[in-house]
């Protein structure tokens, strides 16, 4: 077979990273480019040095070539052509990555809960659905994924929901207000400085007949001071920025660690712990170190984090002493996406490359 460059599409490529026997993925950027930020399973061979490493790629299955937005896997592939191997470039590289969505739903507590999966931040987000309503937590700014889900069920949208302030994404809440008319609700403990619904404790957001999302604690501070726990039934819980499947949230973003660590240590002693061990926990992240698969939840029951988080066993002191120890890398921009979100600076056009690089919301474990 003679050798060949194509293209392909961050949308067609995620399906093919559970089921391509013998995908490899080529990414031809600087190392340090490289460590900070990647695909998962990736192999970094810089573009400059591929000439005398092109025998490391495979000469049988698919080849992806990867880099920062295209330009430079293109001169990747071509060289891999030129050395007999066929290759397809990713279109857009990494900054089309950033705002590729796949999807899971599955029926619980009475509704429909669809997450989405947006690979290259690993931001998660959700609508839940029963009858004729649906609930959006934690938007991102593609806001159409989310209309076009509640279409496609029958749904209307009538109240959107953020977990907390991000400091790693723009929120898209605002933006999905506007376009559907729903009711913004957010925790009045964070800084928002535009108009909304405050949330309180126990509020309860009726779905359908028996079925309600439950705001069971506006106060789980530690990543914010008004970090948010939703509640779907005795289930599911959303549980933002404060309990991670591979860690927990970093308190450090607002300057004042030691205090929000504290926080956070009572916020999820007082609060998650003590549900039950069946309840499924869903995130709005999740880092390099959880496993995404078509068809899967990224999520896992309480009990199974409670058996597996180290941080989880800690007493307070020494909980406070591994939070404050362990954080670093603070999200790029995070100080200039906090003002955009909290409604301090307008959104600007840059806003996608604003938020280009992985979340770094979790502590380090």
Known sequence: MNAALTTITTNELVP?????????????????????????????????SLDTRADEVPTTGRVVVICAKGARAQQGAEKLVAHGR????????MGAWASTYDTVSADMGGATVVQFRRRGKGCLSYVIGAGTRAVVIDPSLNIQHYIDVASQHGWTI???????????HISGARQLVAATGATLRLSPSDPFTYEFTPLADGNEIALADGV??????????????????????????????????????????????????HNLYRSLHERIL????????????????????????????????????PALAL????????????????????????LVNAGHEPLSADAAEMELGPNRCAIAS
């Open 16 to 48: 093919l990273l559970d089921t391509e026997a013998g995908l490899f993925l080529l990414d031809v950027r600087e190392p340090d480019e490289f460590a900070d930020w990647r695909i998962p399973g990736a192999v970094n061979i810089p573009l400059g």
């Open 86 to 93: 066929s290759a397809e470039v990713l279109e857009g590289g």
């Open 158 to 168: 009538t109240d959107v929901l953020d977990t907390h302030l991000h400091a790693d």
């Open 212 to 261: 309600n999302l439950t705001v069971s604690a506006v106060a789980v501070p530690g990543h914010t001071e008004g970090s948010t726990l939703y509640q779907l039934g005795d289930q599911a819980i959303f549980t933002g920025d404060t309990l991670f499947l591979e860690s927990v949230g970093r308190p450090d973003l607002a300057d004042q660690a030691e205090e929000f660590a």
């Open 274 to 309: 003590p549900l039950r061990d069946d309840v499924m926990v869903f995130p709005s992240h999740y880092g390099d170190a959880v496993e995404v698969h078509a068809g899967a939840f990224v999520a896992k029951p309480l009990g199974e984090l409670r058996a597996t988080l």
């Open 315 to 338: 007493s307070e002191a020494d909980f406070v002493a591994w939070a404050i120890a362990h954080v670093k890398d603070r999200p790029p921009n995070y100080q200039k996406i906090v």
